[in-house]
């Protein structure tokens, strides 16, 4: 994960070190190049930017040009500011709610129905809940399979309604039985097309209005980098989502999806995808997500 970014940063901080002494100039090289290595692992533009004129203020405010140890300051200094630009804290998940209601939005292939599933595995052994899946992708048969499996792998039921085609009534449909049978959490995964389009937003909004979730999430492959980002974004104009799911960070060596998401779309990265398996979801850190950026 993020191998890439780290040997680059890695490499930018060397230009620091071992210096008789630090000038302006050093400092503005590693700089430079710290930038260029964000823009190589796929980092926004904008952010890229914003990041290192951060870096440079706190630089020179905390003068490293003085410190005995100038590369460890700076690596504090980065380390720092990419947790913060990540989001600075944890952000939890809304359980309140009897059931509470979990919605799944994303494009098809980004992971939606994997994540489901380890959503519920994680909320039901973590925080003691039980869940029930709906599974709202009515137009493809292996989508609803899916997730049975892998409801049957976990030990939680997914309800489905053999022919209905509306997945407003099949949401609703769920939450009642949800009710009916005792489960105190729901969570819908929803169809996903493989690029954005018109009915895919309405569906889903659609869904989003009838059942008023308490939290929608969004699932987004990080090795898409900037698409990433860029479907993120359109996303959250539709549908106002509260969280980001980052999946597959597991095979991603550049990290720019990581790093942009929080800034350009202001809202918190929740949960990352580490594998395949059902138990390889991990509450996003950014702190501890810079801290391995650093390496
Ligand atoms: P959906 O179409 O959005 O529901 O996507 P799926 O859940 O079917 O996932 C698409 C593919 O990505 C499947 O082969 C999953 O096993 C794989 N996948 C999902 N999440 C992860 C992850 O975090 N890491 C890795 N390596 N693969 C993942």
Do not use: W
């Amino acid at each position: 994960m993020f191998e890439n970014l780290s040997e680059r940063l890695e490499r930018s901080f060397k230009i620091l070190k071992g210096q008789g002494s630090i000038t302006e100039i050093n400092v503005a090289e590693t700089l430079k190049d710290i930038r260029r290595a964000l823009l190589d692992a796929d980092v926004n533009f904008k952010t890229a930017k914003n990041f290192t004129e951060q870096v440079k203020e706190k630089a020179l405010g905390q003068d490293v040009l003085t410190a005995v140890k100038p590369q460890q300051m700076m690596v504090k200094i980065v380390h720092d500011e990419l947790a913060e630009l990540m989001g600075g804290s944890s952000t939890d998940i809304e359980l309140n709610g009897n059931p509470a209601v979990i919605l799944i939005s994303g494009l098809q292939g980004s992971g939606k129905t994997t994540f489901t599933g380890k959503l519920a595995n994680f909320i039901k052994s973590k925080r003691g809940k039980s869940p029930l899946l709906v599974a709202g992708d009515v137009y493809r048969p292996a989508a609803i399979n899916q997730l049975q499996v892998l409801g049957e792998q976990i030990g939680v039921p997914v309800y489905t309604e053999e022919g209905n085609t509306n997945p407003v009534k099949l949401a609703q449909d769920g939450i009642k039985e949800a009710k009916s049978k005792g489960h105190d959490l729901v969570i819908i995964d929803t169809a996903g097309r493989l690029a954005i389009d018109e009915e895919m937003m309405n569906e889903i909004s659609a869904i989003k209005k009838a059942v008023k979730p308490h939290e929608t999430l969004f699932v987004v492959d990080a090795m898409t980098g900037q698409d990433a980002v860029n479907t993120a974004k359109e996303f959250n104009q539709r549908l106002d989502y509260d969280g980001v799911v980052l999946t597959k960070l597991d095979g991603d060596t550049r990290g720019g999806a990581a790093i942009s998401i929080r800034s350009v779309v202001d809202k918190p990265i929740k949960f990352v995808g580490m594998g395949e398996k059902m138990d390889a979801l991990d509450v996003f850190h950014p702190s501890r997500m810079a801290d391995r950026i650093l390496g």
